[in-house]
């Protein structure tokens, strides 16, 4: 099987593809029917994305207890929940791998995202909001499902390898389209400068695993 092929194409599924216009409005923009928002504080809107996909003039943005927007913290609660999968996923990676480089890669990106993790939950506990997963169990971009993550917790050698890739690639492209869009966003500058940090991290990490 391709790497194109595996995993039902996770950077063009279906369901995955018809989701990633939700994801954009879980980082609070108005006009978004249905979009997930984010748990704590009662959020005001901050942007609007027109039926043409570009955005109208912000309202101005409503500071949160914590110095965070909703926009931040949409973004951040996404990023915990894509970080904390693809943790998971790197971690099966010594046991179930054959490529001693791509276990070498998967060590040293798994830290990032632990040290990455960690700053993201710190800045939801600051604003004494609840690090509780809102979106666990759902079918986003930049994430496996479960049924997907079964394949991956069952395969070893070359095809947990073509697996551990796809995921992986995944996630960090959609990990650096959220971090440029909550970069054009009303977001504190804070979050701005750590999505920016965060994109930049994906793209380097991701030019490493096509590397390796």
């Known amino acids: 099987m391709s790497q194109g092929a595996a995993m ?15 994801l954009l409005c879980a ?12 748990s704590g504080p009662a959020a005001a809107p ?17 500071v949160l207890p914590g110095g965070l927007t909703a926009t931040d913290i949409g973004w951040i609660q996404l990023m915990i929940a894509m970080d904390d999968q693809a ?3 790197l971690l099966l990676a010594p046991e179930r791998s054959d490529s001693t ?4 890669w998967a060590a040293d990106t798994v830290e990032h995202h632990r040290a990455e993790l960690a700053t993201l939950q ?13 979106h666990e169990g759902h079918d986003m971009p930049g994430m496996v499902n479960a049924q997907e993550l079964q394949a991956m917790e069952a395969a ?36 701005k400068k750590l999505a920016l ?7 380097d990490s991701q030019r490493r695993l096509q590397s390796t």
């Open 46 to 62: 901050t942007a609007s994305i027109g039926s043409h996909g570009t955005e109208s003039s912000p309202e101005p943005a409503s």
């Open 156 to 191: 070893r050698g070359p095809h947990f390898d073509r697996l551990l890739r796809s995921a992986m690639l995944e996630h960090f492209t959609q990990t650096r389209k959220m971090a440029a869009s909550v970069r054009k966003a009303e977001a504190s500058g804070e979050v």
């Open 87 to 89: 943790r998971h996923i």
């Open 8 to 22: 039902t194409d996770l950077a063009t599924g279906g369901p995955k593809k018809a989701l990633l216009a939700a």
């Open 27 to 38: 980082l609070t923009v108005t006009g978004c029917a249905g979009a997930t928002q984010p």
């Open 101 to 104: 480089d791509l276990k070498s």
């Open 197 to 203: 940090a965060t994109g930049s991290s994906a793209a």
């Open 122 to 134: 710190g800045l939801l506990a600051q604003a004494a909001i609840p690090d509780d997963n809102p």
